[in-house]
């Protein structure tokens, strides 16, 4: 079973940028998707964007042009590169496969904090 280990996350100003990185204890070259979903507090968890395996990727409306996901199968990582950040982009940032029955158990994820 593969786990998954989020970094990268922190504080920083609007405007600003962080990479976050998704790291799989195995393999993901047989995983079709994988995303990067947020969860801010008193809300619900939310899909940000994913990539398929063949490099196809997918956004939010919310991040779209600010955010741009990668994968590095043969690191077995995920990246997730934001820029232009905002206050609403604070967040818990998680990472999983999809679609969610395939998903595997979440991880402890990085808090992004955007300050205004």
């Known amino acids: 079973q593969v786990q998954l280990a989020e970094s990268g996350g922190g504080l920083v100003q609007a405007g600003g940028s962080l990479r976050l990185s998704c790291a799989a204890s195995g393999s993901i070259l047989s995983i079709n998707a994988m995303g990067w979903y947020r969860q801010a507090p008193g809300k619900q968890r939310e899909l940000v964007a994913f990539?398929?395996?063949?490099?196809?990727?997918h956004y939010a409306d919310s991040v779209k042009g600010r955010f741009t996901i990668s994968r590095d199968n043969a690191k077995n990582t995920v990246y997730l590169q934001m820029n232009s950040l905002k206050p609403e982009d604070t967040a818990v940032y998680y990472c999983?496969?999809?679609?969610?029955?395939?998903?595997?158990?979440w991880g402890q994820g990085t808090q992004v904090t955007v300050s205004s």
């Open positions: 999983n496969a999809l679609p969610p029955p395939l998903a595997f158990d």
């Open positions: 990539i398929r395996d063949g490099g196809s990727v």
